[in-house]
């Protein structure tokens, strides 16, 4: 097997991608249903640590608040890490979140106990278990070598600084500096593995930073609280016991129906957090940067300020919310705002509101919000305007538009009386002695409808505000009505083609009946016409044999007649392969067969043509319909008609006419006859398209056209 060389930096970020992958894919069923090896040791682990916090808070006489809180949270660590083994016995997470919380626990309890040896060890290893949590996050996992040796010189560099601990404050502050060290190291591996990671392992990453920062801002909130007003007096301890957010959002993060709500809680955090820095800035800055340190007496006043700027901050939202309902019921009584219909509008669209409906309500939407006397919405294309929907209802004649008028109304702006008078005077006249206002609707310079606004010359005048509001309505508007049309229009497609296809089902049954039809035919004609004659022909000659030795004298009559029958056998064959494809089409084309054609039909016919050669489909398609509309001709037109055919290339078009002097019929009372249908079906099959015209007493006219794709050369004659 070769192999390729790479540096370490390259193979570490190379097996880490590696290790993200195979984290973030779910689990197998199988897997996740069994207990594995990591989720009975985070379980044992839990439980003991959960044992020697309460051990040690008992055996100890007195314990402060401070020893309280953090047995307590060794405990709740313990707590998680059981809830993470039995939700995810297929991960070794729960088992490291016990470990930490084993060591915190060891660490409380041989201070109780006077070790403080084993109680520097176990908490110097508490950082490296921490590094080791936050290494293998999302599922507690330390696939790549670069991790694993990280996590693996954590706890030895943690056991070495704890066993140097002798419980003086240098022992304990290298324990910091080393927590701060991991602390680094952990946010650099965290922020990789949010790169790499896919959306289900990064959601479980983000509750994890959630907590993480929540809990970072408590205690810091809390220390800045007591700075300023000395309160609370056990800030300490409410700082560290702030730390509870991060084993909490560890649990959630286990949980799928609860971790995939991360992204709202993660705005909402994000939204509160900024606004509350924002203040302590402002303040600070204001404070500080403007005036003297505040003094003893001073402190408590900011700090206690700040706390009700950052109340306000809280509150506003929802309180100016409640403040503008209750201000448009005061001013507007039973309306709404001015803009009411602008904001509704999308959501309605939303809800799947017939078009009519939607334009009905908006025009009462329109006259409740903004005192009217009259609303209405037109519609309409191609230079032709009805009205869609008006409040009061009425039924106003339509509005028909110039191209020139069209043009300069769609790109007007929302315009009054003045501009009426001169573009639209028959709306105008509508809404005599009121305030009108119309909005145009427009999109991509096409003019889809109007709003008109109208009050009384008594009522306030349109501000600007209320220009605005129209001005903005008539984009989604407008951009309604074009999705309206479309969908109408591709209903319309869609019907076509139900149609087309219902007709070209229908056509292929008929051209599978007509060949069934035509087979049975030529069997017929067949057995009745040439066969006979073959038969008698065997006959005959089977007698002549016989007279051959027997009387010689009639041979020769017999002989002559046996010629005229095998010359009428030949005739009858000629004409039934004529009649399933002639050969003169074949080889001299269209115009001769068409010639042939006419000279045996039973009424006088001219042919008018002089094309080229085409593919075999295309000239088989119009003889045969020529040839149909002969025979038509001749049963219907009645004597002395006469019949003209002319076939012409056009546009990339074969075309024929079959026009004919007689009787003529009514085309939109006569049901279409077989040979209609026949027609029809031919030409349909290579895309051509048929007419029938026919007026009584001025004869009938039968019209096609085929597409042409490349005419073939004339036949070269040898």
């Known amino acids: 097997m070769g192999t390729v060389p790479v540096n370490g930096a390259n193979m570490s970020t190379a097996v880490d991608s590696i290790d993200v992958d195979r984290s973030s894919r779910a689990v197998p069923a199988v897997d996740a249903a069994r207990w594995t090896r990591p989720a009975v040791g985070g379980l044992v682990a839990g439980v003991v640590s959960v044992a020697i916090a309460v051990a040690a808070v008992a055996t100890i006489d007195g314990p402060d608040a401070s020893y309280l809180v953090a047995a307590g949270l060794a405990a709740a660590w313990a707590v998680a890490g059981i809830v993470i083994a039995w939700t995810r016995r297929a991960e070794p997470l729960g088992l490291v979140v016990s470990v930490v919380a084993l060591f915190a626990a060891l660490a409380l309890a041989t201070t109780a106990w006077d070790a403080e040896t084993v109680s520097g060890i176990a908490a110097a290893l508490v950082v ?47 324990i910091v500096v080393l927590g701060a ?44 609280v007591h700075e300023l007003l000395d309160w609370p007096e056990l800030a300490p301890e ?20 609860i971790a995939v709500q991360i992204d709202r809680l993660l705005v909402r955090t994000i939204e509160v957090g900024g606004l509350v820095i924002m203040i302590g800035v402002v303040y600070l800055v204001v404070v500080l940067g403007f005036g003297d340190a505040p003094d003893e007496s001073e402190r408590r006043v900011l700090g206690l300020a700040i706390l009700a700027g950052i109340v306000a901050v809280l509150l506003y939202a929802p309180v100016r919310n409640w403040l503008n309902d209750v201000a448009n019921r005061r001013v507007y009584g039973e309306r709404r705002a001015s803009d009411e219909p602008l904001q509704t509008f999308g959501a309605r669209m939303s809800r799947a509101i017939p078009l009519e409906e939607l334009l009905l309500q908006l025009a009462e939407s329109l006259k409740k919000s903004m005192t009217l006397s009259a609303a209405e919405v037109w519609t309409g294309a191609a230079g032709v305007l009805e009205c869609a929907a008006s409040v009061p209802f009425r039924e106003p004649p339509r509005i028909r538009l110039s191209d020139d008028e069209q043009a300069v109304v769609a790109r007007a702006h929302v315009s009054g009386n003045a501009w009426l008078q001169v573009w639209l005077p028959s709306l105008l006249a509508a809404h005599e002695g009121r305030m009108v206002r119309v909005a145009p609707l427009a999109h991509s310079g096409e003019l889809l409808g109007l709003i008109v606004c109208a009050r009384t010359a008594d009522d306030v005048p349109f501000t600007e505000e209320q220009d605005r509001v129209l001005t903005e309505l008539a984009r989604p508007v407008a951009l309604a009505l074009h999705n309206s049309r479309l969908d109408t229009a591709l209903q319309a497609s869609l019907d076509d083609l139900r149609v087309a296809n219902e007709e070209l089902q229908a056509s292929r049954a008929r051209i599978v009946a ?27 000659l089977g007698l002549a044999r016989q007279l051959l030795e027997a009387d010689p004298a009639t041979l020769g009559p017999m002989l002559e007649e046996l010629r005229g029958d095998a010359q009428e056998t030949l005739t009858q064959l000629r004409e039934l392969a004529h009649g399933i494809y002639p050969p003169l089409l074949m080889d001299r084309g269209l115009t001769e067969a068409l010639r042939a054609a006419a000279n045996r039909a039973v009424l006088s016919t001219d042919v008018v043509a002089d094309v080229d050669r085409y593919p075999p ?7 045969f319909c020529c040839l149909e509309a002969l025979q038509n001709a001749g049963k219907h037109a009645g004597e002395g008609a006469r019949i003209t055919i002319t076939v012409s290339e056009a546009d990339h078009e074969l075309m024929f006419e079959v026009t004919d002097t007689g009787a003529g019929f009514d085309v939109k009372h006569a049901a279409a006859g077989h040979g209609f249908v026949n027609m029809g079906d031919r030409l349909g099959a290579i895309g051509g398209v048929l007419e029938v015209t026919s007026t009584i007493g001025a004869g009938t006219t039968i019209r096609g056209r085929v597409p042409l794709v490349v005419p073939i050369p004339e036949a070269t004659e040898h």
């Open 617 to 623: 489909e295309a000239e088989a398609a119009v003889y």
């Open 181 to 224: 060290a991991y602390g680094v190291i952990a946010i650099s591996g965290y922020a990789d593995r949010c790169r790499r990671a896919s959306p289900a392992a990064r959601r479980r990453l983000q509750w994890a930073g959630w907590g993480v920062v929540v809990a970072s801002a408590l205690a810091i909130a809390i220390w800045l």
């Open 514 to 540: 007509a060949s069934d039809q035509s087979r049975r035919q030529i069997e017929r004609n067949l057995h009745d016409g040439a066969q006979q004659h073959l038969v008698a022909l065997a006959v005959k």
């Open 238 to 257: 409410l700082a560290l016991g702030a730390t509870l957010f991060v084993p909490l959002a560890l649990v959630m993060s286990s949980i799928d129906s």
């Open 128 to 174: 490296a278990a921490a590094l080791h949590l936050a290494l293998g996050l999302p599922d507690g996992r330390l696939l790549a070598p670069a991790r694993r040796g990280l996590a693996i010189a954590g706890y030895g560099a943690a056991f070495v600084v704890g066993l140097l601990n002798d419980g003086d404050d240098f022992g304990w502050t290298a």
